[in-house]
């Protein structure tokens, strides 16, 4: 009797195959544009219709196959691109396995013509759903040029699992971008339905292709970043620090130039931005990585999203380390730029140029090197930056007045900016006793007069247990017999008369919290943010020099985007955001007058 086990033919180990291959239109695209690029295409034309279910077409123009090469990139597991399975672990490629072509061939219509260069003519190869491959010499420039038509005909199943054409367009468009993105030396361009939806010529940076692609907008409130660590490349745009998306969808990540799911960087970019960002906001990024081949396995999963690093705490800790120096650095940057670039009133001699510490920030790349603009943590030295030059208050922003009745109205040379004085206050309090805690030297006042203060049982126990936390934000406190304290001393930051009903309030709401005596953060955020809201009920807002004076304190804070809890301190409305919804011209005061119109 004959064996049972007999061998799938390839027509149908492909359709096996093509089920984890290409699982989806975007697939399709993703494969053909990776052999592309893989094949030096300086040029990439994508064209798709309904979502990718009808049609997928990408053009290049890389080096292109040898009739028999044409018709072996059609056999399963056929590829130029390794020759052992070491190969794999440094693979330079972004194809290895020899799948995609047959795979995609078996559950379409398909179409591949090829020329090289040197050929007098190219190659076409039809296939019909899996079967043998027709080939015919055509008449073609040199290039590759793969049309994938209704896909999955063949494969009832499979064609249930796409979703609607809009959602297939959508991922493919996603794709093609991030594709471009990652490969700014290729003119790409991408047609959907007939419609283009770019087209971007070769550009000489990632700056410049983002904005070509994602728009103005998006590059407006990215820094270019660029840092070695540990044997490790970063680069790319990241968010400015305070300016934060509410999903997730804009922090992309690219490692050794694909786009990639991981967990790692993920958690890398919102750990370093957890200072500079209000709770639940996320950053924005095009994050690239770089590592050897040898440290990433790329082969976890045929279509190769996610990504495996092989040293992952080195790799996590050397990206945010290198994030986080560039954030401080970006943040106390971008603060000091807030000042005016010119004195607001001229000298009548002309000021020496200054020299250059503070750079102009790069939100409009001046440089058109090949490369990057160097991250800005290069031009200038790691330690603090110099002060800025000495100028009358105000000297960073200046008062305009009162908004909402309670929130200050600010303007910088970027910009309009609101400040919440509550949250201003916070910082300045919770940094002043972070500081003053970790120094043990907290300044603090005697009380002429010490008050006494009774408490109810449960309360004057846990103030009994936490004279030390007392005394450690300036609090000398003693106790005086049953449920009574003396206050002795109290911080320099708070009035005398409040001593007793701040104390009293605080451990209220110590208890109410449960919070442990030796849980620092937690009450010092407790503490700071009750000094905050007692300082702003005495706050007089027409008091323009209280207004200077908090914001001037403010901005001198380790991190003054966000209070202590989280919350941001300020707002701003950046000019250009402005003058686009106003419809102005930058810089033009006469953008009113008639010749300025259309
Ligand atoms: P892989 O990319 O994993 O090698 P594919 O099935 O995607 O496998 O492609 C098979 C082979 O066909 C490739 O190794 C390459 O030699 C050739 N090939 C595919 N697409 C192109 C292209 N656009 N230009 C030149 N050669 C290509
Ligand atoms: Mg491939």
Known sequence: ?????????????????????????????????????????????????????????????????????????????????????????????????????????????????????????????????????????????????????????????????????????????QMCRLLAVAHPEVAFSLIEDGHEVFRTPACPDRLQRVREIFGRR???????????????????LVGRPGVGRSTRAEMITFVNKRPVDSRLLNYALIESYHRYLPRGRYPMAFLFVDVPDGEVDVNVHPTKREVRFRAEPRIR????????????????????????????????????????VVPQQP?????????????????????????????????????????????????????????????????????????????????????????????????ATLLGDQVDFFASIGFTIEPFGRHLFRIRSIPAWLEAEQAEPFVEELVNRIRERGLRPDDKQPALILVARLAAIRAARGFSPKEQS???????ELLQCENPLLDARGRPTFVEQRNSEINRKLMLQPGRADSDSLDGGA
């Open 546 to 552: 209280g207004w200077e004076a908090l914001v001037k």
């Open 317 to 356: 800790s050397a990206v945010m380390s290198g994030l986080t120096e560039f954030l401080a650095s970006q943040s106390r940057q971008s603060l000091r730029q807030a000042e005016p670039v010119e004195p607001v009133e001229k000298p009548a001699t002309p000021e020496p140029p200054r020299p250059s």
């Open 1 to 173: 009797m004959a064996g049972k086990i007999v061998k799938l033919p390839d027509s149908v180990a492909n359709q096996i195959a093509a089920g984890e291959v290409v699982e989806r239109p975007v697939a399709v695209v993703k494969e053909l544009v990776e052999n592309s690029l893989d094949a030096g295409a300086r040029s990439i034309e994508i064209q798709f219709e309904q979502g990718g279910k009808a049609l997928v077409r990408v053009l290049d123009d890389g080096v292109g196959m040898s009739p028999e090469d044409a018709a072996m990139a059609l056999q399963r597991h056929a590829t130029s691109k390794i020759r052992q399975v070491e190969d794999i672990l440094r693979i330079g490629s972004f194809g290895f396995r020899g799948e995609a072509l047959p795979s995609i061939a078996s559950v379409s219509r398909f179409v591949l013509r090829t020329r090289q260069r040197e050929a007098s003519e190219g190659t076409e190869l039809k296939v019909d759903g899996g079967r043998e491959p027709v080939l015919n010499a055509c008449g073609m420039s040199p290039g590759t040029e793969v049309i994938v038509s209704h896909l999955f005909h063949n494969v009832p199943a499979r064609r249930k699992f796409m979703k609607t054409d809009r959602t297939e367009a959508a991922h493919i468009l």
């Open 218 to 236: 998006r590059v407006e409130d990215l820094l270019p970043l660029e840092f070695e660590n540990d044997g490790l490349q970063v680069s790319g």
């Open 363 to 459: 939100r409009q790349p001046a440089s058109r090197t090949d490369k990057f603009p160097k991250a800005l943590t290069e031009s200038f030295p790691k330690a603090e930056l110099p002060s800025p030059p000495a100028r009358p208050s105000p000297d960073v922003w200046r008062y305009c007045g009162i908004f909402q009745g309670r929130l200050g109205l600010f303007e910088s040379p970027d910009g309009l900016i609101v400040v919440n004085p509550v949250a201003a206050r916070e910082r300045i309090l919770f940094e002043q006793m972070s500081a003053s805690l970790k120094q043990e030297s907290i300044p603090s006042q005697p009380m002429l007069i010490p008050p006494m203060l009774e408490l109810a049982p449960l309360e």
